[in-house]
């Protein structure tokens, strides 16, 4: 808590002005860790049709990576995860903010599989899930690893769907 407090440049008492105790602070910065998170893959959900599926990945994944250089985003990212297993009311609040995204990029892959750039099956729900997991696995690693694995990740989710793909179903 101490680092926290110089961080922010504020006293303990100044800190706890603004919360009501230290559960309500670790719920806040968790809380502000996973909208920036979201946004970044709701502006991957919202990229223009017509882009491909492994350009637009790969730029969030580009952004999460600059995010997290700037101050450890994908650290703070996975405490935030392990904080919601520990905290059923932080658990609830991220699933209701992580809900309306991946109905989102449910619909990107439904764009995608009509336009014969992903195959009909599976599910765009499945295929959805599996994007969020890849921005997870992707956060996790910059966590973990740092700069080591960041190095080429975007490219090779870019040659995975590199555009129009044979729909054999």
Do not use: C
């Not at 599910?123 to 890849?134: N, Q």
Request: negative net charge; aromatic residues 6%.
């Amino acid at each position: 808590m101490q680092d926290l407090f110089a961080e922010a440049g504020l006293s303990a008492g100044a800190v706890y002005g603004y919360f009501s105790n230290k559960e309500d602070m670790v719920l806040a910065i968790a809380e502000q860790s996973m909208r920036e998170m979201i946004a970044m893959i709701h502006s991957f959900a919202a990229a223009p049709r017509g882009t491909g599926l492994g350009d637009a990945l790969g730029n969030v994944l580009e952004v999460i990576q600059r995010k997290h250089a700037q101050g450890r985003m994908g650290a703070m990212a996975v405490l935030s995860w392990s904080e919601a297993l520990r905290n059923p009311v932080l658990a609830s609040r991220f699933e209701a903010l992580l809900a309306p995204m991946r109905a989102d990029l449910a619909e990107v892959v439904r764009e995608h599989q009509a336009d014969g750039d992903l195959p009909k099956h599976p599910t765009p729900e499945a295929l959805a899930a599996v994007l969020m997991s890849i921005v997870s696995g992707f956060v996790l690693q910059l966590a973990l690893f740092d700069h080591q694995v960041a190095s080429g990740f975007a490219e090779a989710v870019r040659a995975l769907w590199p555009g129009h793909v044979e729909n054999t179903h």
